[in-house]
């Protein structure tokens, strides 16, 4: 998809769609993706409701970002790092992220 926002649109090869579990005016959704080292991934988010007065749906995109493997590595570190109990599995993961940013 690259930087071409045009395509990057619901529905598109290569997009997802997610849902957020909150319904509040103001939060924040996470996903999964898989991304290889010396890659780039690509994220934007939207918006979708329904015009209470037409009915008619209408999606509202942000602006596309583009984070490196790198980034997105060093992103799940400092997140991991914060967890105050974290599990068998959060240290593995912390372990193979501290191996991988280290090197």
Same mark, same amino acid.
């Given at each position: 998809?690259?930087? !071409?926002?045009?395509? &990057? $649109?619901l ?9 957020s579990?909150?319904?509040a005016s103001? =939060?924040? *959704? /996470?996903?999964?993706v898989?991304?290889?080292? =010396?890659? /780039?991934?690509?994220? @934007? =988010?939207?918006?979708?409701?329904? !015009?209470?007065? /037409?009915?008619?749906? %209408?999606?509202i *995109?942000?602006q /596309? $970002?583009?984070r #490196? &493997?790198?980034w997105?590595?060093q992103?799940a570190?400092d997140?991991? #790092?914060?967890?105050?109990?974290? #599990?068998? #599995? ?7 992220? @501290?191996? &991988?940013?280290? %090197?």
């Amino acid at each position: 998809i690259g930087t !071409d926002e045009a395509a &990057f $649109v619901l529905g598109a090869t290569g997009t997802g769609k997610g849902t957020s579990i909150n319904k509040a005016s103001a =939060g924040f *959704y /996470t996903g999964v993706v898989s991304i290889n080292a =010396g890659e /780039t991934v690509y994220g @934007r =988010g939207y918006l979708i409701y329904i !015009d209470n007065t /037409t009915g008619e749906e %209408h999606i509202i *995109y942000s602006q /596309t $970002v583009e984070r #490196s &493997f790198y980034w997105v590595a060093q992103a799940a570190y400092d997140k991991y #790092s914060a967890i105050q109990n974290p #599990s068998e #599995s959060d240290k593995e993961i912390l372990r193979k992220l @501290r191996e &991988f940013l280290n %090197h």
